[in-house]
Structure formats: C-alpha cells, structure tokens
C-alpha cells in the first residue's frame, strides 16, 4: 500500500495528509455496492488547474484508505464530446449500478444528460464503464436554459412505479430551478409541468441534492414517503457556496414545500460556513446512515501556485447527517471510520482561562491532529449586546469585525491552530456569545486573516463564521476541529455549525506548528475536558 508523497513546498502548508484526493474536482457520485465505497469525481489528469475533466474513480472498504483506478467516463462521444461533467450514481431493481452524467456536445457548452453502466458487474471495483449508443437520454427542451442545465440527482422511485431526477438550472437571469424528470423504465425521461421547486433571487441552481431524513433518531433511510422531513440543497453558481431547506415533499403533486421559518435564500442554512461547495450524500446500507460528501478548492487564487504544487483540491472528511431533535436543522459529524487514524493522545481537564491566558497542547502533532474540547462558564452577564445594525449581516462579517484578537465578554475562547509560538501565523476557531433583546447569540468563527504571512492580494484570508443554535442553559459549549496541514474542518455544539478553512501559513508548518487553546474574554473559561490525537496518514494505492 502506498501513501501520499510529501507536498514539495511543505513551507505551504503542505499537502493534506489524511484528507482524501488533492488535485481533484467536486466529488459527484458516491456510491456503496457490493461492500465497497465508489468515490467518481470531477479530475483533470493533465495538470492541477480546471479543465480536460474526467471522472475520476476511487474505491475504499473503510472511507479512509483508498486505491485510485482509471477513470470511470471521459470525453470519448458526440454527447460528451466537450465535457463529462457532474452527475450521480443510483443502484437500480437487481442491484444494478448507474451513472447519470452531464454530457457538452458543443463549444456552446450545451448541456445534456447521459447515462452509463458498469461493463462488468462481477468485477468488485467496476473499473470499467460504457456508454451505451442511446444517450443522450434527455434533451432541454425550448423552455430550458440549456447551457444551465445539468448535475442530475441520484434517482428515486415514486410510489407509482415511476423513477424522478432533478437537475439545476435557472430561468430569467435569477430564479434558480430544480428541473423534474420522470420515467417508468430509466431511459425514456419525460418533464414534469412544473419544477420540484424554484426561488427568485438566487440564481443558478448546482450539483442540487434531494433526500429524506428520519423525523427520530440518526439512522439514515432511503425511503421517499410523505412521513418524512426532505432536505433541498443546491450549491450556488453565483456565491460559490451551499444552502439548504428542510420541508415537505407532495409525493402526489411532486412538489417540495420549505417548512416555515426554513430560510429559501442566500441567507438560508448551510451544511458548512466555509470552503465547502458541490457536496453530494449517498445513503450507506451497510451502516445505515447517510453520508455527506464535500469539496473545498484552493484559496491561495494564483494556478501557478498550484501547478507548483502539484496538486489543487480536495474531497474533505466524509460525514454523517442527520436531523437535529429540534427539527429545524442538519446534524453533521466526521463519519467513525476516521478514529482508526488517531495515534498518540493527549488529555487536559479543568484548566482555567481568564482574561489574555492561553495553554498550549503539546504531545501531539499539531500540524496533523484531531482534536475534541469542552468549554464552560459561570455566567452569562458579561455576553456583550448584539448591535441591532448586524441584523441583516452574514456571521462571518460579524465575525469580520468581533475577530480572535477583539476583547469582548463571554468570548473569544477556543483553539488557535496551525500557530507559530507568538502566533504570527495561526487561525483561530473560537465561539463568541451575544445577548439579543429576547436571547443569546452563539458565534462560531474560524479566521485565517492571520493564517500566513506571505503577501498575496489575491489570497482568500476570510472570516468565516455562522450562528450556532444551541441551548446555553448548562452553560457549555464544545468544538472539535480536525486539522490537517492546510485544511482546518472545524464541527461546533455537536455538529450543528461546521465550517472549513483552507490556510497556507509559511511559519507553522509540520513539527514547527502549535496548538492553543485561548480566552480572549473577560468572563473565565473553564476547559473541563479536551482530548487531542496525533493523526495518522491514509493509505492511498494507485
């Protein structure tokens, strides 16, 4: 088995050690058959920047150690000529897997949906994969933007007897669009009357995804009955990030119906607040969960940065999802598989912070480290006040102006990763509470504007941030942050806010990077438990 070589420019940060796939595109169709995870993703064999895309294909037994195969579809026919763009995989009745893709027949980027099959099923990894002569299997139609007109979804079957796709596009320069398509036998596709759901004001709608989850409990399921909650997702062509709605789903009129008080905009929920985007889940039944899978890209801009390193994004730690109790959000969590990577431990509990104090955690590698920390606090009365005029804000520009370094009340407390000593370099993930007029406000940031110190205009340094909805009345709030050289997956209260941060520090890199944790508030912070692990490498084969 082999591993990862190590990046060229670790002065970078280096490459990701146990993330999965650099230099790769959006991860698109992830699929459990036969006892083996398939990973088909968007990949340039050519070079680290986008174009001359392929599907890639990855297989796994464990959704951490993978072999790397020959691509599954290239451009190889007149419907996909000039692109294979993204799509899904679905096992149909007889347990038979298919892949329905985005084909470019022309320089116009005409798009249109393809479908292929595996060439030989007895083979455990599918290597091979045909596109049979009657694609494409769906044409837009004069109604249809068709160069906006692509990513369908994993298939499901109606009570009817009849499978439904969706697909994004928009309409009129501004309404994104979930398309409809449905067929008795997969191949003849007709399109319903009316979208699965639309919504002024967001634009084009991609990679969307569409799915059930249980109203209890978190199990995955795979069912599509009126009885359950739906999650609509779509990734957003024009912000370069994700929202997601949780509703209703009219079995019988095909519609899907956001519950109230579930955002339909920009400002909607987000599976993650940062780097994350083209995100697709897939129900695992040898577990009984289901699993979302995202993408983060490069933030450093230049693409002779990556053509130096070699490599340019990639599939971030798979998750488990689910509903919170609540109802009224998504539950994310790394999936367990990961803790076989944990290696060295170490443990702190009841360590006090007041004011400006900070801990180091030594004893693990804080360049490569996965790490679970508890904070409390005796009080709730220093919160400071939640400026009426941040109303209409994202969280990360409130994030933008209550930064790691800005004193406050009950907050800023957390982990300073990826830091020098001094902490020149480091990016902070820290939670910071507000007093509303009727409630508290929970801050959860991950800042990397002081992640590097390499000059670069161009460089993505942002605040990322989202609101965290959680009960203080114990008066605790937990992190847990998996960091891995230039990726920093950060899972606030459980997994309720998630966010993503790709950082390039020059000085905190490899065995020269530290770990903090930190209070930056005049309330004191208690760390009743924190325990952190040394992080082991994936093994990738070729």
Known sequence: ???????????????????????????????????????FYQYNPNGSVWGNIVWAHSVSKDLINWINLEPAIYPSKPFDQFGTWSGSATILPGNKPVILYTGIVDANQT??????????????????????????????????NKTKFRDPTTAWMGKDGHWRIVMGSLRKHSRGLA???????????????HPLHSTNGTGNWECPDFFPVA???????????????????????????????????????????????????WKGLRFDYGNFYASKTFYDTSKNRRVIWGWSNESDIFPEDDNAK???????????????????????????????????KVQLSNKKLNNGEKIEVTGITPAQADVEVTFSFASLDKAESFDSSWTDMYAQDVCGLKGADVQGGLGPFGLATLATENLEEN??????????QQNYKVLLCSDAKRSTLKFNETMYKVSFAG????DLADKKLSLRSLIDNSVIESFGAGGKTCI??????????????????FNNGTEPITIETLDAWSMGKAKIQY
């Open 427 to 436: 990016t902070p993930v820290f939670f910071r509470v507000f007093k509303a």
């Open 310 to 344: 070699g490599w340019a994004g990639i599939q971030l730690i798979p998750r488990k999802v689910w509903l919170d109790p609540s109802g009224k959000q998504l539950i994310q969590w790394p999936v367990e598989e990961l803790e076989t990577l944990r290696t060295q």
């Open 500 to 517: 993503t941060s790709r950082v390039y520090p020059t000085l905190a890199i490899n065995e020269k990077a530290h770990l903090f944790a």
């Open 111 to 144: 798009q249109v949906q393809n479908y292929a099959i595996p060439a030989n099923l007895s083979d455990p990894y599918l290597r091979e994969w045909i596109k049979p002569d009657n694609n494409p299997l769906i044409v837009a139609d004069d109604s249809i």
């Open 179 to 193: 398309i409809m398509y449905r067929s008795k036998d997969f191949m003849k596709w007709v399109k319903a009357k």
């Open 467 to 470: 609101f965290v909805d959680v």
């Open 215 to 265: 109203l209890k409990g978190t199990n995955g399921i795979d069912q599509y009955g009126e009885e359950y909650k739906y999650v609509l997702k779509n990734s957003m062509d024009l912000t370069r990030f994700e929202y997601y709605t949780l509703g209703k789903y009219d079995t019988k009129k095909d519609r899907y119906v956001p519950d109230v008080g579930s955002i339909d905009s």
């Open 1 to 39: 088995m082999g591993c990862w070589p190590k990046s060229t420019l670790g002065r970078r940060g280096g490459l990701p050690y146990f993330q999965q796939w650099a230099r790769s595109m959006p991860s698109k169709a992830p699929m459990y058959f036969n006892g083996v995870y398939h990973l």
